[in-house]
């Protein structure tokens, strides 16, 4: 049972515009979510968070959005640069444990 | 930010002996670790949680047989593949939370069973 899901596993695009990243989750007890950054043979680095009392966290290029009724959130990097390139995960959890449940995984491609 | 070493970042080891995999906190105090298993192309799937002087919480589907754990110290956590087979052969990640609002994770561990 995938309770964090993120439906493409691909994306590509042209440095300088927008990537948009999407992730949905099931479990509605999740309070906190995450977006890590992850490199082959990495472990994942720490992007940007929300609390679920939020509907918008920003930091620099990376703007994270939670929409609560849909159970969705996505990762918003503006403008997108080739150093980006990487593979995403968005992970969940609640109670304000680290125990993470991660997504699936969206590789993204930004082209020079 | 917060540092967690793990070591060694890769490992090849022949079926039927045991690897051990470090997670340490460099530069701050975790009651808990996490381990993570990654397969080729697929998301991080969290084996067990690691509490300093108690026995590891393993999800559903971990045999606690096969993968030990153990949280000796504050700073410290081990896990040990006993009996590795080449099914077992991925990719291992520890984490460790600081208190904070993330967990940080290991650099990884590469295990190759032949």
């Known amino acids: 049972d995938q309770q964090v899901k993120q439906n493409s596993p691909s994306l590509s695009v042209q440095e300088g515009r927008i990537s948009i990243l999407n992730c949905d989750y099931t479990?509605?007890?999740?309070?906190?979510f995450l977006w890590y950054k992850k490199y082959p043979a990495e472990g994942p680095t720490f992007l940007i968070s929300?609390?679920?009392?939020?509907d918008k966290n920003e930091d620099g290029r990376f703007t994270v959005f939670l929409n609560k009724s849909a159970k969705h959130l996505s990762l918003h990097i503006v403008p997108s640069q080739p150093g980006d390139s990487a593979v995403y995960f968005c992970a969940a959890t609640r109670g304000g444990t680290y125990k993470y449940i991660f997504g699936t995984g969206t590789r993204l491609k930004v082209l020079a | 930010g917060a540092v967690v070493s793990q070591h060694p970042s890769r490992v090849i080891c022949k079926s039927g002996t045991s690897v051990k995999i470090e997670c340490r906190s460099l530069d701050f105090q975790a009651t808990t670790m996490f381990w993570y298993r990654q397969f080729p192309k697929q998301s991080l799937m969290l084996m067990a949680t690691?509490?300093?002087?108690?026995?590891?919480?393993?999800e559903q589907g971990v045999e606690k047989d096969k993968f030990l754990i153990n949280h000796a110290s504050l700073t410290l956590s081990t896990l040990t593949v006993a009996s590795a087979h080449p099914e077992d052969s991925s990719f291992y990640i520890c984490s460790a939370s600081s208190g904070d609002t993330e967990a940080f994770f290991g650099q990884g561990t590469r295990l190759t069973v032949v």
């Open positions: 929300i609390s679920s009392i939020k």
């Open positions: 479990n509605s007890m999740f309070d906190y």
């Open positions: 690691s509490n300093e002087g108690s026995k590891a919480t393993y």
